[in-house]
């Protein structure tokens, strides 16, 4: 198959890139740019040139394939300046995504115009790198300083509308892409042609900006290197000649290509990318999915509904009595209220949220669905009950979800009718933002509703780890030895604020201590005193030692720390200093690096033993837990690939 072809549209040349799926710059499609480039210079009859996409995407990036292997020539920014030196002005018609080298390639021509549903982005800052094809370079003196911060530092790409009122491209248009992206070159030849964006002046921000925008982004990165080294890139390209800009970018760009944080960065995207879609399954067909319901309206099922009506899927939600159905519509209705104030959904899209929802006590009505996820109180017995009036009313082949943290699913699934259609799916709260969802089998759960599992994830925009069958699954069995070893620290002495500050300096959003008291620590308590009350020997924490004494954490105004009403900042707190006193050692000084280390490495060897027992298929999927469902800084790759050495 030919990547590249060309033809005309009389005196308009239309290059056609084909490069399935994403036609990604793979060394074969930048030599089919660079020959067209050349091939329609010479030709006398082409007046301008249209760079189209086939397939259901622009230009979406680097050819993954060659992540790690020398580079081959024609280089791409080779490649974007012979376009952009073309003696001809190229028009690119983008549709789907131009990302990262994509729209790097878009920056080259002379005009870009896109569908309404397009979207434009460099991206590379979250593969731990900085655009190197001329990105930092040429958004700047395209769009402005501004626009190119916002764009290159977060990595966010920006839909079409968006894209235009930032000066990214010149055009949205909403008929046929080819046709009127020509008509869009027969017009701008008939006007003064822009300069090349290699050739337009940078208006350059005062140094104040640059100091504000260094706090700012340092702040979001939270240790991460890329951001601020693109930012260093867009510096050099608003107050350096174009030439030395571009030779900062590159040498910025190789560098970075070879840290830590790129080759972690670059782990978690290919097991992000592998997640969806595991090799284990790839004879499993999944079951169609069209009605969906939800068993319980609180917190963690009204998320999970809000989940599912965001991916489209009509629901119907469950609930014991009228009452508590209100309050389950309620919580559904002040999620989506929540998404519209923060301007994710429209007062129209949120009302059709809520029109495809039905709320009743009737099982009955659950006679034709496809799917059914349980998510009430986390008991046995009235998780069991749910399951035998789901066996009555659905169809045999209706797949039955349990969402449960800790209990065994084998014991919830006793006496379900038809036992390889039920299996475990444990969101993490809130259940529409967090991306992480543990798919946990029984050893009855059939292929298919395994497939089916995964499926979902997919359609929900989640990131599928299978787990099997232990107290905590994955996610929760790492935490619970990463808190136990926290407080063992502080057993022997070190400060609960030091530890909390280092996991903050490791990347964590909030330390150990901190996390508990946003959460709730009777949560962990409650589980610990069911499985006491089962007969189980179960140590004394000290988390057990502050719930007995009320403190549960910020909603009690104090937990491991102590909070002022209104105000979420912890302090030091001397009751807790008192209540732990006879069961600490001295006050001694500890490495916050050090203690960081030992953390993490207390989560690896819990990840090692769960390997060990098969509860993991693979390290990633131990990763990939952490870093979506427990806040693991992405850019240190997960606990796994932290603590693996690499020569």
Request: aromatic share 6%.
């Amino acid at each position: 198959m030919t990547i590249v072809t060309i033809d005309r549209d009389q005196d308009i040349a239309v290059v056609t890139v084909n490069n399935p799926p994403v036609n990604a710059l793979s060394q074969a499609l930048r030599q089919g740019l660079w020959d067209a480039a050349v091939a329609l210079d010479a030709d006398p009859a082409v007046r301008a040139v249209v760079l189209i996409c086939a397939g259901r995407t622009f230009i979406a990036g680097a050819d993954v394939s060659e992540f790690g292997k020398p580079p081959m020539e024609p280089h791409l920014p080779d490649v974007v300046a012979r376009i952009e030196a073309a003696t001809k002005p190229w028009i690119a018609a983008i549709h789907g995504s131009a990302l990262g080298g994509g729209f790097e390639v878009a920056l080259g021509c002379r005009f870009r115009v896109a569908d309404e549903a397009a979207s434009v982005g460099l991206p590379e800052v979250t593969l731990g790198i900085v655009p190197g094809a001329g990105g930092t370079v040429r958004t700047p003196r395209v769009a402005g300083v501004a626009a190119a911060v916002e764009l290159v530092t977060t990595g966010k790409p920006a839909k079409a509308a968006r894209a235009l009122t930032l000066g990214l491209i010149d055009a949205v248009v909403t008929g046929d892409l080819r046709t009127e992206a020509v008509a869009f070159a027969r017009a701008a030849l008939d006007q003064p042609l822009p300069a090349k964006a290699a050739d337009r002046a940078v208006e350059a921000p005062d140094a104040g900006f640059w100091a504000e925008q260094e706090t700012v982004i340092a702040k979001r990165a939270k240790g991460e290197v890329a951001p601020l080294r693109a930012l260093a890139c867009l510096r050099k390209a608003a107050e350096a000649p174009f030439a030395e800009a571009m030779a900062f970018e590159r040498a910025t760009f190789l560098d970075l290509r070879a840290s830590d944080q790129a080759a972690a960065l670059r782990a978690v995207f290919f097991a992000e990318r592998a997640a969806p879609r595991p090799a284990h399954l790839a004879d499993a067909k999944s079951l169609p999915l069209r009605q969906t319901a939800v068993v319980g309206g609180g917190t963690m099922g009204a998320g999970i509904a809000a989940a599912l009506r965001d991916a489209g899927l009509p629901v119907v939600l469950i609930e014991r009595d009228d009452a508590a159905v209100a309050r389950g519509l309620e919580n559904l209705r002040s999620i989506f209220a929540g998404a519209v104030k923060r301007g994710r959904l429209t007062e129209t899209q949120a009302a059709a949220r809520m029109e495809g929802v039905t709320g009743t006590t009737d099982y009955a009505a659950l006679a034709e669905v496809d799917l059914v996820i349980e998510a009430v109180f986390e008991d046995i017995a009235v998780k069991r009950a749910v399951f035998a009036q789901l066996s009555a009313a659905c169809r045999p082949d209706a797949v039955l979800a349990t969402n449960t943290s800790y209990l065994d699913p084998r014991l919830i699934a006793e006496g379900v009718v038809n036992p390889g259609r039920f299996i475990g799916l444990h969101f993490f709260s809130p259940a529409n933002v967090m991306k992480l969802l543990e798919i946990v089998p029984t050893p009855d759960t059939a292929p298919e509703t395994l497939a089916t599992g995964f499926a979902l994830a997919r359609s929900l925009g989640k990131v599928p780890v299978q787990a099997g069958i232990c107290e905590g699954f994955i996610g929760n069995r790492i935490l619970k030895r990463y808190r136990a070893s926290a407080e063992a620290l502080v057993r022997s002495g070190v400060a609960i604020a030091e530890i909390d500050a280092a996991m903050r300096g490791y990347g964590f959003a909030m330390g150990p201590f901190e996390a508990q008291d946003l959460g709730g620590l009777d949560i962990a308590f409650l589980q610990r005193e069911g499985a006491r009350a089962a007969g189980q020997e179960v140590a004394e924490t000290l988390g057990d030692v502050l719930v007995r004494a009320g403190r549960k954490g910020q909603k009690t105004g104090g937990g491991w720390y102590d909070y002022t009403p209104g105000d979420r900042k912890p302090q030091p707190s001397a009751t807790v200093a008192e209540l732990l006193g006879d069961r600490l050692a001295a006050p001694r000084q500890m490495d916050r690096a050090a203690i960081a280390e030992h953390l993490v490495g207390e989560m690896a060897a819990e990840g090692h033993a769960i390997l060990a027992e098969g509860i993991a298929r693979q390290p990633s999927d131990i990763d990939l837990t952490e870093i979506h469902g427990y806040g693991f800084p992405r850019w240190r790759g997960g606990p796994m690939f932290a603590t693996t050495p690499r020569g």
